[in-house]
């Protein structure tokens, strides 16, 4: 059964830094790319990054992009975002997803939990 | 980018009805479409992918088509389980961007 379990959510003043973790069990984690995807409270799914299994392929919504870093380390079965200069808007509940095919970028087959990311003052 | 847009953005119906949502995007994405589930107090469940394709698991009275720009999502005899915000998304390209979603009711 796939596993995903998020971590290293938590409250983070505006401008700062945070690392979210994803640990992954019950596939085989180095032959499938990964995303993830926010969801602010009571509010809708945004999505915003993959990695492709290999890591050579990475994509990032534009609310993101030069603020967020999506890695992986398949010898730990594990994903990663790295969020800098984080701002209000970012506070959401982060998801991390498997995609559903082995090998290419597609929809999103299984989630985690998600950790919550909350940016305050 | 491609935006993806849903309607209604809510529906109230009775059990046993037949329920249509609408996925519309702005640009062709073919059938890299997905429909996601998420049921209140839940993560997200796929429950169709290539726009038709119903995953493993989920029941038959769930179904998708379209292609290129328009496409929706069936429920031919909706169940009180049923309940629940739904979201189409393209993943032809990046960003893989979701709709806004579709809230369903019981009636």
């Known amino acids: 059964e796939v596993h995903l379990v998020e971590s290293g959510g938590g409250l983070v003043q505006p401008g700062r830094s945070l690392r979210l973790s994803c640990a992954a069990s019950g596939f085989d984690f180095n032959n499938y790319a990964m995303h993830w995807v926010r969801q602010a409270p009571g509010k809708g799914l945004e999505w915003v990054s993959n990695?492709?299994?290999?890591?050579?392929?990475?994509e990032y919504a534009d609310s993101v992009k030069g603020r967020f870093t999506i890695s992986r380390d398949n010898a730990k079965n594990s994903l990663y975002l790295h969020m800098s200069s984080l701002r209000v808007e970012d506070t959401a509940f982060y998801y991390c997803a498997r995609d559903s095919l082995r090998g290419s970028i597609t929809s999103l087959s299984s989630w985690g939990q998600g950790t919550l990311v909350t940016v305050s003052s | 980018d491609i935006q993806m847009t849903q309607s209604p953005s809510s529906l109230s119906a009775s059990v046993g009805d037949r329920v249509t949502i609408t996925c519309r995007a702005s640009?062709?994405?073919?059938?890299?479409l997905a429909w996601y589930q998420q049921k209140p107090g839940n993560v997200p469940n796929i429950l169709i992918y290539?726009?038709?394709t119903l995953e493993s698991g989920v029941p038959s009275r769930f179904s998708g088509s379209g292609f290129g720009t328009h496409f929706t999502l069936t429920i031919t005899s909706l169940q009180p389980e049923d309940v629940a915000i739904y979201y189409c998304?393209?993943?032809?390209?990046?960003?893989?961007?979701f709709g806004p979603g579709t809230k369903v009711e019981i009636k």
């Open positions: 640009q062709d994405i073919y059938n890299f």
């Open positions: 290539a726009a038709s």
């Open positions: 990695i492709s299994w290999d890591g050579d392929r990475i």
């Open positions: 998304q393209n993943y032809k390209s990046a960003p893989r961007t």
